[in-house]
């Protein structure tokens, strides 16, 4: 296997689809070495057919704005790998939505699916629904109408969708709903993410989050530092982001700075209690505007319009926004300003430059968002095990299987990605790992 060859003809079949192929060409460089070392994985293709998503459904959707006028909008899922387990991943609302961006996002799913040491195969959906600016009831109904059409393609063995961008438990009450008036079947396994009295599980809105930092706990473990007193520069304010800020804050670091796409709040004396619980206001106004944080509290931060969070002086960086939200300037500006260590919360949070650039830097720590963030769809399949037995457990119970998984999650990242130096790639490690596992699952079930 060459990667630049596959990459030429990926290029070739599906033209403009840049964060797909951005995606895929981060794991074929990873993996290229191992993957050679193994004929068998070579005889059966197992790259060719992995590259690809098994299916993928495009559906209109129609609904009715609160003026009483008609909008169209385009829906997916993305069923992309299930060969160790039923394809499992969020719905993205977002007005940037393409076939691209969730490929990518499946493609991501499908290895840290495998690294969650957890039977789920990788998926992802969603629309080009713009959810800013919308009241509730357009939330509701924009939820129904495309549940009309995802319908047909989910269930508790076949795909289970969750959150992502612009859905939480809000729209996962919505889409639910509808999927049990449509379906006549009232079980509580065919979405995660759902609210605590029908079937939710205790810690999943926090458990991205939470995850995140429990890995970054063990980063800086094994390079010898503590996470206590550091400074942390956070992009975003929505799930991601506020479960992030309540573990660093309960950890001991301190949160200098939240970004939206306006710009950055600048908090110099550290973010707290009652600025995380707004930040939950911020996230159901449909505002999408950071700012809304300095007007709230403007004695404790400040607003600077049209700077990230990655202008501000800090330890660690945690992008939790969007795709490629971190550049290679950015990650200069942030070494520049004394930055050692960037753990991507968001899927695909860094440009390759802003990786490449890091891991350049020595003594840099750098961990991918498939390794990071899996916390969150753990925790998915988590709520998925305790739908299926009919219990709930409590939150110890979950935290305590969460912090093991991370655990596990970063072992297999040192397994398979430690350098000469006894340093760890993180990168590499994680591709590997969950290619490995994925790859064995898809040549011992043969050419399905
Ligand atoms: O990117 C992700 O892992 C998610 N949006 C969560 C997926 C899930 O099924 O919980």
Same mark, same amino acid.
């Given at each position: 296997?060459?990667?630049?060859?596959?990459?030429?003809?990926?290029?070739?079949?599906?033209?403009?689809?840049?964060?797909?192929?951005?995606?895929?060409?981060?794991?074929?460089?990873?993996?290229?070495?191992?993957?050679?070392?193994?004929?068998?994985?070579?005889?059966?293709?197992?790259?060719?057919?992995?590259?690809?998503?098994?299916?993928?459904?495009?559906?209109?959707?129609?609904?009715?704005?609160?003026?009483?006028?008609?909008?169209?909008?385009?829906?997916?899922?993305?069923?992309?790998?299930?060969?160790?387990?039923?394809?499992?991943?969020?719905?993205?609302?977002?007005?940037?939505?393409?076939?691209?961006?969730?490929?990518?996002? +499946? @493609?991501?799913?499908?290895?840290?699916? *495998?690294? !969650?040491?957890?039977?789920?195969? #990788?998926? $992802?959906?969603?629309?080009?629904?713009?959810?800013?600016?919308?009241?509730?009831?357009?939330?509701?109904?924009?939820?129904?109408?495309?549940?009309?059409?995802?319908?047909?393609?989910?269930?508790?063995?076949?795909?289970?969708?969750?959150?992502?961008?612009?859905?939480?438990?809000?729209?996962?009450?919505?889409?639910?709903?509808?999927?049990?008036?449509?379906?006549?079947?009232?079980?509580?396994?065919?979405?995660?993410?759902?609210?605590?009295?029908?079937?939710?599980?205790?810690?999943?809105?926090?458990?991205?989050?939470?995850?995140?930092?429990?890995?970054?706990?063990?980063?800086?473990?094994?390079?010898?530092?503590?996470?206590?007193?550091?400074?942390?520069?956070?992009? +975003? @304010?929505?799930?991601?982001?506020?479960? *992030?800020? !309540?573990?660093?804050?309960?950890? #001991?670091? $301190?949160?200098?700075?939240?970004?939206?796409?306006?710009g950055v709040c600048a908090i110099p004396g550290g973010i707290d209690k009652e600025m995380i619980d707004y930040m939950l206001v911020m996230r159901s106004s449909n505002r999408n505007k950071v700012q809304d944080m300095a007007d709230k509290f403007p004695g404790k931060c400040s607003f600077v319009a049209g700077k990230k969070a990655w202008s501000?002086?800090?330890?660690?960086?945690?992008?939790?926004?969007?795709?490629?939200?971190?550049?290679?300037?950015?990650?200069?500006?942030?070494?520049?300003?004394?930055?050692?260590?960037?753990?991507?919360?968001?899927?695909?949070?860094?440009?390759?430059?802003?990786?490449?650039?890091?891991?350049?830097?020595?003594?840099?720590?750098?961990?991918?968002?498939?390794?990071?963030? *899996?916390?969150?769809?753990?925790?998915?399949?988590?709520?998925?095990?305790?739908?299926?037995?009919?219990?709930?457990?409590?939150?110890?119970?979950?935290?305590?299987?969460?912090?093991?998984?991370?655990?596990?999650?970063?072992?297999?990242?040192?397994?398979?990605?430690?350098?000469?130096?006894?340093?760890?790639?993180?990168?590499?490690?994680?591709?590997?790992?969950?290619?490995?596992?994925?790859?064995?699952?898809?040549?011992?079930?043969?050419?399905?």
């Open positions: 296997m060459k990667t630049q060859e596959i990459m030429q003809q990926l290029a070739a079949k599906h033209p403009g689809e840049a964060e797909y192929l951005q995606a895929v060409e981060e794991v074929l460089n990873s993996i290229e070495e191992v993957y050679n070392q193994h004929p068998e994985y070579e005889k059966a293709k197992i790259v060719e057919r992995m590259v690809e998503p098994d299916r993928i459904y495009t559906f209109r959707v129609t609904w009715v704005d609160d003026k009483g006028e008609v909008q169209t909008n385009l829906g997916y899922r993305v069923q992309f790998n299930s060969a160790i387990g039923p394809y499992k991943g969020g719905l993205r609302f977002h007005k940037a939505v393409t076939p691209s961006m969730l490929k990518f996002l +499946g @493609f991501e799913q499908t290895f840290k699916n *495998a690294l !969650t040491t957890l039977p789920m195969g #990788g998926g $992802k959906g969603g629309s080009d629904f713009d959810p800013v600016g919308k009241s509730d009831a357009e939330i509701m109904r924009f939820c129904q109408a495309f549940m009309l059409e995802l319908w047909r393609c989910i269930g508790p063995d076949q795909d289970i969708p969750a959150g992502d961008v612009g859905v939480g438990g809000r729209e996962i009450g919505f889409l639910n709903g509808m999927y049990q008036k449509l379906a006549q079947r009232y079980h509580t396994g065919v979405l995660t993410g759902k609210g605590m009295t029908w079937g939710g599980s205790i810690l999943r809105p926090e458990a991205t989050g939470f995850g995140a930092l429990y890995f970054t706990q063990h980063v800086l473990e094994l390079a010898g530092k503590d996470i206590k007193g550091k400074t942390v520069a956070i992009s +975003g @304010f929505g799930n991601v982001a506020w479960g *992030a800020c !309540t573990k660093a804050v309960e950890l #001991g670091a $301190k949160v200098v700075a939240i970004s939206g796409p306006d501000q002086k800090c330890d660690i960086a945690l992008p939790c926004a969007f795709q490629n939200e971190l550049s290679e300037d950015d990650a200069k500006e942030l070494v520049k300003n004394g930055t050692w260590c960037c753990c991507e919360v968001s899927n695909m949070g860094c440009q390759p430059g802003a990786i490449h650039y890091f891991q350049a830097q020595k003594g840099f720590l750098f961990a991918p968002g498939k390794a990071v963030n *899996a916390g969150g769809v753990a925790t998915s399949g988590l709520e998925m095990t305790q739908n299926a037995e009919h219990i709930s457990w409590t939150g110890q119970e979950v935290d305590e299987r969460l912090h093991h998984i991370m655990a596990s999650i970063h072992e297999q990242c040192v397994k398979f990605g430690k350098r000469a130096d006894g340093t760890i790639d993180y990168v590499k490690g994680a591709n590997i790992a969950g290619f490995m596992k994925v790859a064995q699952a898809m040549l011992e079930q043969g050419l399905v």
